[in-house]
T-cell receptor
Framework: QKEVEQDPGPLSVPEGAIVSLNCTYSNSAFQYFMWYRQYSRKGPELLMY????GNKEDGRFTAQVDKSSKYISLFIRDSQPSDSATYLCAPAQGAQKLVFGQGTRLTINP | NAGVTQTPKFRVLKTGQSMTLLCAQDMNHEYMYWYRQDPGMGLRLIHY???????AKGEVPDGYNVSRLKKQNFLLGLESAAPSQTSVYFC?????????????FGQGTRLTVV
């Protein structure tokens, strides 16, 4: 079993829709939960970060972590064509390394 | 404002050839990482380093070696390239998750082994 499972998509939605991206993980020791965004032919960039369970909001983006069910979510409100990218969840344990999900390729259609 | 720079950006190798990928960061980060990205597999950690002179194995280290002789550089070596090593390679650096959660990535190296 992989440590992190993420639906690879692709996911295609119309502009303005609410998008829900999800990951599950198996390692209960994960404490930090990141979402990275990767545009085509570019390196990933950090989008959101949460520590332990709970919600965190940043503009149109909300990250949610439920440690009891080992479930990570990213919500995008009022989605824009510029949000079209691959989104990677990345839980982490300790200080040293990230474990990435497979990534979900998202397309927002104008 | 360079950040993380990878050299080269593209490379085609024949099976059995060797090469070294160079990663350089100018942010004085302690931690550096090498990942490979394959379709449907996400990013998988090859090797990482928690400081100058240190290296450690990640999830998929076989067929690769690394060195961190200088704090700003992290080298990834392929001694005898195989077609299974065709991939996009990303280097990243950071201060460690307890101090700063962000890992900064380079632009990637596209390697094809024929």
């Amino acid at each position: 079993q992989k440590e992190v499972e993420q639906d690879p998509g692709p996911l295609s939605v119309p502009e303005g829709a609410i998008v829900s991206l999800n990951c599950t993980y198996s390692n209960s020791a994960f404490q930090y939960f990141m979402w990275y965004r990767q545009y085509s032919r570019k390196g990933p960039e950090l989008l959101m970060y949460t520590y332990s369970s709970g919600n965190k909001e940043d503009g149109r983006f909300t990250a949610q972590v439920d440690k009891s069910s080992k479930y990570i979510s990213l919500f995008i409100r009022d989605s824009q064509p510029s949000d079209s990218a691959t989104y990677l969840c990345a839980p982490a344990q300790g200080a040293q390394k990230l474990v990435f999900g497979q990534g979900t390729r998202l397309t927002i259609n104008p | 404002n360079a950040g993380v720079t990878q050299t080269p950006k593209f490379r085609v190798l024949k099976t059995g050839q060797s090469m070294t990928l160079l990663c350089a960061q100018d942010m004085n980060h302690e931690y550096m990482y090498w990942y490979r990205q394959d379709p449907g597999m996400g990013l998988r950690l090859i090797h990482y380093s928690v400081g100058e002179g240190t290296t450690a194995k990640g999830e998929v280290p076989d067929g690769y070696n690394v060195s961190r002789l200088k704090k700003q550089n992290f080298l990834l070596g392929l001694e005898s390239a195989a077609p299974s090593q065709t991939s996009v390679y990303f280097c990243a650096s950071g201060r460690g998750l307890r101090r700063n959660t962000e890992a900064f990535f380079g632009q990637g190296t596209r390697l094809t082994v024929v």
